[in-house]
């Protein structure tokens, strides 16, 4: 498959400290009518915060950073600034009381609304007011004696509770919409009632309820820590400047050990861009920088932004569809072949093997164990991935002895001693699905295996690089 690879240099344009401190200054401006807002909802829609819960959670299931300094700050309180990713955030403890862990209800919902089966959108099935009109008509039927699960299926029109007698347990607090969720974990057990919510009105009765915790109601503003015009104007101009300066391979490389020196910014690499690929190494993704090395010759610099930087990449190699060229081939083989060189002067100063002792003193290296090593599984913390030295050490010849020839690994030249080999049982062993996945393995491996030799015989040329 064609491959390009390229050089780049990024100039950063991410939120610098002037822009952090520029946020914190920014929330702290909204902290006041923050804190006097009567209409919390009300407020934090107007500054754009379309997600406060108005409604009861407990303690236990709040997961937000900090939740333990806001919890302490007590109620009507204000906790913040304090960083949450990438936003400075301020939280106010709106109200709190006693409450259950979690709730078992059953419901009948007279739904306003309701998902088309085929499409998923909401259709309206009825006005406010006839809903309002049939749940209050329900809950007298109830209470006249009238059978819950019948009532269930002739009107209630939510359809994940209609099959099991509109029941929901062990619902944790913060699940239901709000007026729902505080219904039903402020009311005691046996309490019914008609309540609104954006899907209609629900009739509930609460059958039970388990544990015991607080609630509480906290409302967040947050302020993003954004890159300023300023400084993305200097990454801009650094990133122009840059590639005015370096137009070709010769003058890249030589205002690119210039930035190194003076700014400390310096140039990486990325290897084999495929043409329907967006992952460079180092960058993340961009689609429109691969597109731009594809329609770029060898040796040619282009610019393109990135997420939070400007990029300035010069095109290093062009590789065509076939065999691979020498250049590329002797990148990925020279390792291999000075590693075994190294292995042959390192296996000759060894000379014959003896003792390990023997073998440490003339390499100037301590006698270290590898203990608990597996056949199949991860690679050991103190040997690291050496299949030539697990095989031998799971020969049963080797044990008791020291292997008479050094091993070249892939990480250096192993002598070993192969002290003992055991069995450690494996707790509720089922050989026949072990067998089962293994044979689901064998066959997706042939499976791809069988495509890929498809795909290589194949003379469809792959041409959607040139339509995204």
Known sequence: ?????????????????????????NILALK???????NMKDYLMTQGANNYYDGYISGNRIQVPMKDSILRVGVGNIYGPYLDGGNYTLAKIVAARPMPDTVKIRHILIGTAQADPQTGQQIPIRDTATAKKLADSVALAIRNGANFDSMVVKFSTDQGSVNNGGVYDNVPSGEMVPAFNDFIFGNAVGAKGVVKTDFGYHYIEILSQKGSATGYKIAYINKP????????????????????EATNQKTFDAAAAKLQKEKGIFKSVAQDLPPTGSTIQGLGASRALV????????????????????????????????????????????????????????????GKVTT????????????EVADSLRFAGQPS????????????????????????????????????????????????????????????????????????????????????????
């Open 1 to 25: 498959m064609d491959s390009r690879s390229i050089s780049y240099v990024a100039f950063n344009a991410q939120p610098n400290g002037a822009d952090s401190l520029q946020a914190r200054e």
């Open 32 to 38: 006041s009518a923050f804190d006097s807002a009567r």
């Open 225 to 244: 820590i954004e890159a300023s015009e300023e400084t993305d104007r200097v990454a801009n101009e650094a990133a122009t400047k840059f590639a005015a």
């Open 291 to 350: 597109k731009g090395v594809y329609n770029a010759d060898l040796g040619d610099v282009i610019s393109e932004r990135v997420g939070d930087f400007y990029v300035v990449a010069l095109v290093t190699e062009i590789n065509k569809e076939g065999t691979m060229s020498p250049a590329k081939a002797r990148m990925m083989v020279e390792p291999l072949l000075v590693n075994q060189k190294k292995a042959e002067i390192i296996t000759n100063k060894i």
């Open 356 to 367: 390990l002792e023997a073998a440490a003193t003339a390499l100037k290296k301590p006698v």
């Open 381 to 468: 913390v103190n040997l690291g991935f050496e299949p030539k030295v697990i095989g031998a050490s799971f020969n049963k010849a080797n044990v008791n002895k020291v292997i008479s020839e050094p091993i070249a690994g892939t990480q250096g030249v192993y002598v070993v001693r192969v002290d003992n080999i055991g069995n450690t049982p494996v707790q509720a062993a089922n050989v026949e699905e072990a067998r089962k996945m293994r044979f689901m393995q064998a066959k997706q491996q042939a499976q791809f295996q069988s495509l890929q030799a498809l795909r290589e015989d194949a003379t469809i040329k792959d041409n959607r690089s040139k339509f995204y």
